[in-house]
């Protein structure tokens, strides 16, 4: 069955190392195409999102090679400039491909990403851009045909933060006529890496870390061999769950350095964090402190990925919060499954009201990601039997999260 069943209400005692980041591979996976040779990527997570991509790149003619955690990219044979369909709909972040193809091949045809359950995830942003850099556009009702003779530089004014279009932006920009200005920039650690990334391979980009990116076009970029951070989001998740469960795991690799946001709001709300040359040490809440109110937003401010494990957090906190999503406009998918499991949880508009209750074991099922994951989380902290169902969405992002929480001490198994 593609679920997982989880004997809940015991203490996590355990480590585990933390896998690297998806949600840098990915664009670090994109970036290949704009080098000619052979890239070598470490740390790269055994997900399926991962593995869609490396298809998607083996579909444009490219060689991919993978020894565990090793991706092996040679793009020398590029060829295709037509996404196929069906791996561009398994996996929206194929629309990050767009900007790098366009720098390498000067032509793209590609049907339109889908949205998800969490928001529409248009990409008006992610074409607006690219036409300022002279790409010609022409949309159906499908699709769209991108075409360009040489991407030019530009200051790009965007009406807001986004992970995505920044993304797009620097990977059509590294290899651009003159200087790109993007503000303003997310500036994710996922992103840091990506041009730490690019720069290694000769890219000229001013302002990492920052949200104003200045890149000034290179004619061409050098093979290199790149270690992946580890996953932020990951190691979020299983902190989670050691604060509702109580108990003390250690979290190898864990990137504390990306974490502030969420470790200052684990703290607030009762965990104890020690900081290890090589992880994190956590010892579970004591369930008197708690955080009432938690707004997500833009890096480094409370990241929207951990939203779902915080609310679990709070609802499991005995006492009432609330959570303000600003980022995307339906991440509350997982309140009826949590409701289904005694929460107390209302929404109104993109505020969820966290009331004080006494949760149990249920069957529930994961709809996304994110959500997926923290449905877990509240499996191993409440007394009695779940089974989370559509695990599929787990595997996503979490590299084998049996595995990994079996490592914490959590009674977890495929169901
Ligand atoms: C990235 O998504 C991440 N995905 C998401 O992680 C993450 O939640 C998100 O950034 C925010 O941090 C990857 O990196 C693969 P955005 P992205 O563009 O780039 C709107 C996970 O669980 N928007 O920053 O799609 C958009 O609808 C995933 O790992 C437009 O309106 O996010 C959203 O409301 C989930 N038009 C807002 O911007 C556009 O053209 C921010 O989205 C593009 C985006």
């Given amino acids: 069955m593609d679920a997982v069943r989880i004997y809940g209400g015991k203490c996590l005692e355990g480590q585990t190392t933390i896998q690297g980041s998806k949600n840098a591979s990915l664009p670090i996976l994109a970036a290949t195409l704009l080098i000619n040779g052979i890239c070598e990527i470490e740390n790269c997570p055994e997900i399926s999102d991962v593995y869609h991509m490396l298809r998607l790149l083996k579909s444009l003619g490219c060689e991919v090679e993978r020894k565990g955690t090793l991706?092996?990219?040679n793009t020398e044979k590029l060829s295709e400039c037509d996404m196929p369909s069906d791996s561009v709909g398994v996996m929206r972040s194929s629309i990050m491909l767009l900007g790098a193809l366009l720098a390498r091949t000067g032509r793209v045809c590609m049907e339109y990403p889908g949205g998800c359950v969490i928001g529409s995830r248009p990409i008006n942003l992610h074409l607006q851009s690219l036409r300022k850099m002279g790409v010609v556009i022409e949309e159906n009702e499908t699709g769209f045909c991108a075409e360009?003779?040489?991407?030019?530089?530009?200051?790009?004014?965007?009406?807001?933060?986004?992970?995505g279009v920044t993304e797009n932006a620097i990977l059509a920009a590294v290899l651009a006529e003159g200087e790109t200005v993007i503000k303003p920039a997310a500036r994710e650690p996922e992103i840091q890496a990506l041009c730490e990334f690019l720069q290694r391979a000769g890219a000229k980009i001013d302002g990492i870390?920052?949200?104003?990116?200045?890149i000034h076009g290179v004619n061409r970029l050098h093979a290199v061999r790149y270690r992946v951070p580890a996953d932020r989001i990951v190691a979020g998740t299983y902190l989670s769950a050691c604060m509702c469960?109580?108990?003390?795991i250690f979290l190898r690799d864990a990137p504390a350095h990306h974490m502030e946001s969420v470790l200052n709001c684990?703290?607030?709300?009762?965990a104890a964090i020690?900081?290890?040359t090589d992880g994190i040490l956590i010892n579970g809440r004591d369930h008197e402190a708690t955080c009432h109110m938690l707004a997500?937003?833009?890096?480094?401010?409370?990241?929207?990925d951990m939203q779902s494990p915080f609310m679990v957090v709070m609802a499991l906190s005995g006492q009432r919060g609330c959570?303000?999503?600003?980022?995307f406009e339906n991440r509350f998918r997982i309140v009826p499954e949590l409701c289904k499991m005694g929460a107390d949880i209302t929404v109104h508009g993109n505020t969820a009201y966290i009331g004080s209750s006494k949760l149990h074991g249920a069957i529930v099922q994961a709809e996304e990601l994110r959500g997926g994951a923290a449905l877990v989380v509240a499996a191993l902290a409440v007394e009695g039997t779940s089974i989370v169902t559509n695990r599929h969405y787990i595997d996503r992002g979490y590299e084998d999260i049996v595995l990994s929480l079996r490592q914490l001490g959590a009674s977890i198994e495929l169901a």
């Fill in 71 to 73: 991706v092996r990219v």
């Fill in 274 to 276: 020690e900081y290890e």
């Fill in 209 to 214: 870390g920052s949200n104003c990116l200045v």
């Fill in 296 to 304: 997500t937003g833009c890096y480094p401010a409370f990241p929207t």
């Fill in 266 to 270: 684990a703290v607030e709300m009762g």
């Fill in 323 to 327: 959570i303000e999503e600003t980022v």
């Fill in 245 to 248: 469960t109580g108990g003390r």
């Fill in 148 to 163: 360009t003779s040489r991407l030019r530089g530009t200051v790009l004014k965007l009406p807001f933060v986004s992970v």
